[in-house]
């Protein structure tokens, strides 16, 4: 084809890509089109050569013009699906995603002597995989079906929208998303299951962080301040908001869990000897310390923020 004119090769590539039925009248349309933009360009003064390739660049990718005359989205999600498919992308990734890594944290924990860091590294690459699964998966399913999907197929995958969906700002502060929950809910089991874990005992190949001897008693008052964080949480879910009884629960829980969690910081009963901890499993120097005040002033910025954030559930929380 290296005798052929630039403007027929150009026209072949675009309707090549069309139908019989509407080829022919597209490849006529087309050289038309062609023909007279050029004319007019060599009217102008333009070589005949320069004045058919600017036309034929200012047409633009023949690929991209074939799939605007065959109706062919240019797109791998279309505007329509797109809000759809972020809405499923985002409950999907804030469910499975949390699911499979406390399911491979606690199997690890329980179930073998692995160390603290192939645990967490092992949680994130699954989180990682799981992850791009479900990206990849929905978008397959979003993009056949606005391809190839029935009128009703799409609706029902799109689903129809109401004014009923419409957010009360007044009402946004108070009410608990389903997001909101799944995270405050895993985060918190997770941090459970560690506790439990590293109470327990560890063993030779992980780092033993919290003291195996606290008693049974303060082991049980921690996981139970954790426990009513997520019975809270999900009951402020179930119930559609935060009602001023689970914001003061979450409020006392925050207060007193961080006062005891100091507490027995400061008197040497939560934290084990890191410094000989770390030099035992990984051979590291123990010619180290660990600042207990800076921990303490971590936990009760972390409970300090439950604590702010229980107080703006009570000050925006509807009646019980």
């Known amino acids: 084809m290296s005798g052929t ?59 991209v013009l074939a799939r605007e005359y065959g109706g062919r989205p240019n797109h791998l999600i279309g505007p329509a699906f797109f809000p759809a498919w972020v809405r499923l992308v985002r409950l999907l990734l804030a469910i499975l995603v949390p699911l499979a890594v406390v399911g491979t944290v606690i199997a690890h924990a329980m179930g ?53 969906e419409l957010a009360d700002p007044a ?12 995270f405050e809910v895993v985060t918190t089991i997770v941090v459970i299951g560690l506790c439990v874990w590293q109470w327990g005992g560890v063993g030779a190949h992980a780092v033993q962080v919290l003291d195996p001897t606290l008693g049974m008693g303060w082991q049980a008052l921690v996981v139970g301040f954790l426990a009513v964080d997520v019975l809270v949480t999900v009951a402020a879910w179930a119930r559609g908001g935060w009602s001023v009884p689970l914001a003061v629960v979450s409020l006392v829980s925050a207060v007193v869990s961080g006062v005891v969690l100091v507490w027995l910081l400061l008197t040497g009963r939560l934290l084990t000897d890191l410094p000989a901890q770390f030099h035992e499993t990984f051979g590291w120097s123990r010619d180290w310390s660990l600042s207990m005040p800076a921990v303490a002033v971590g936990i009760a910025v972390i409970c300090g923020w439950e ?3 229980a107080l703006r559930r009570l000050r925006d929380s509807d009646p019980a």
Request: hydrophobic fraction near 40%.
């Open 5 to 63: 004119s630039l403007t027929d090769r150009y026209v072949w590539t675009v309707t090549r890509q069309l139908p019989p039925e509407t080829g022919p009248d597209i490849a006529r349309e087309l050289r038309g089109t062609i023909e007279e933009t050029v004319e007019g360009r060599i009217a102008a003064g333009e070589e005949p050569a320069t004045a058919e390739r600017e036309t034929i660049v200012g047409l633009g990718d023949p690929d």
């Open 112 to 164: 073998t002597d692995a160390g603290f860091g192939t645990i967490v590294g092992e949680g994130a690459l699954l989180a990682f995989q799981v992850a791009v699964h479900v990206v990849f998966w929905t978008t397959l399913v979003f993009a056949v079906a606005e391809r190839y999907g029935s009128p009703g197929e799409q609706r029902g995958l799109v689903g129809e929208w109401s004014p009923d």
């Open 171 to 182: 009402d946004r502060a108070r009410r608990a998303s389903l997001a909101e929950m799944l």
């Open 307 to 309: 604590a702010v954030t």
